[in-house]
């Protein structure tokens, strides 16, 4: 079946860099995407979301970008800090009205 | 705003016993969702409440686990009886709107150890 995948299952960078994580995904008719940051022990948290009608949306120290294109999802992190450390998933609704299919996710890790 | 809540955060259990999970979601949330996340894996959608009717139950074992939302709020989730491939961590969580197109917010899970 058609699902989100990741490129990379682990980044590790060195704190004040930035970090780019990418997402690929395989159904057309996605049209919501979010990216969550789950720590251990805890729930995912909401970090940023995009709809399909657009290609680029910035938050605090994040960025996602979205290229329809070729399926593909990006979410860039400036000046990256210890705290940010954690596994990144990137999540698509499929069809509207119905719940976040989710990717495996990529753990970051941010050396000092 | 208080966020979603679960219980237990812990649970241990020997295979063929039963357990239960609640949620309570946050408040004037309609939809409801329940989650499984395998260790080193992504959540996977087990079901999906709108209000206190099921929306999407597609991924849910039936032979073993149920799920009920009375009076459209809170939820539990039983597994009888539990394998051992069914430990994981159980994550709740709810949305505003109707589900799709809308973020959704999650609870700390329960983490199921089945022995």
């Known amino acids: 079946g058609e699902s989100v995948g990741l490129h990379l299952p682990t980044l590790s960078v060195q704190e004040g860099d930035n970090s780019i994580i990418n997402c690929a995904y395989s159904?057309?008719?996605?049209?919501?995407f979010i990216w969550y940051k789950q720590e251990s022990g805890k729930g995912p948290q909401f970090i940023i979301d995009?709809?399909?009608?657009?290609d680029k949306r910035q938050g605090q120290r994040v960025t996602v970008l979205l290229n329809k294109t070729v399926k593909h999802l990006s979410l860039q992190i400036a000046a990256t800090q210890p705290g940010d450390s954690a596994v990144y998933f990137c999540?698509?609704?499929?069809?509207?009205?119905?719940?976040?299919?989710f990717g495996k996710g990529t753990s970051l890790l941010v050396t000092p | 705003e208080a966020g979603v809540a679960q219980s237990p955060r812990y649970k241990i259990i020997e295979k063929r016993q039963s357990v239960a999970f609640w949620c309570n979601p946050i408040?004037?949330?309609?939809?409801l969702y329940w989650y499984q996340q395998i260790l080193g894996q992504g959540p996977k959608l087990l079901i999906q409440?709108?209000?206190?009717?099921?929306?999407?139950d597609s991924q849910l074992p039936k032979d073993r686990f149920s799920a009920e939302r009375l009076k459209g709020v809170d939820s539990t989730l039983k597994i009888q009886p539990a394998k051992l491939e069914d430990s994981a961590v159980y994550l709740c969580?709810?949305?505003?709107?109707?589900?799709?197109?809308?973020?959704?917010?999650f609870g700390q899970g329960t983490r199921l150890t089945v022995v």
């Open positions: 995009i709809r399909s009608n657009m």
């Open positions: 408040s004037g949330h309609a939809t």
């Open positions: 159904n057309s008719a996605s049209d919501y």
């Open positions: 969580a709810s949305s505003l709107v109707e589900g799709g197109g809308t973020e959704a917010f």
């Open positions: 999540a698509e609704n499929p069809n509207s009205g119905y719940a976040l299919n």
């Open positions: 409440f709108q209000n206190n009717g099921v929306v999407d």
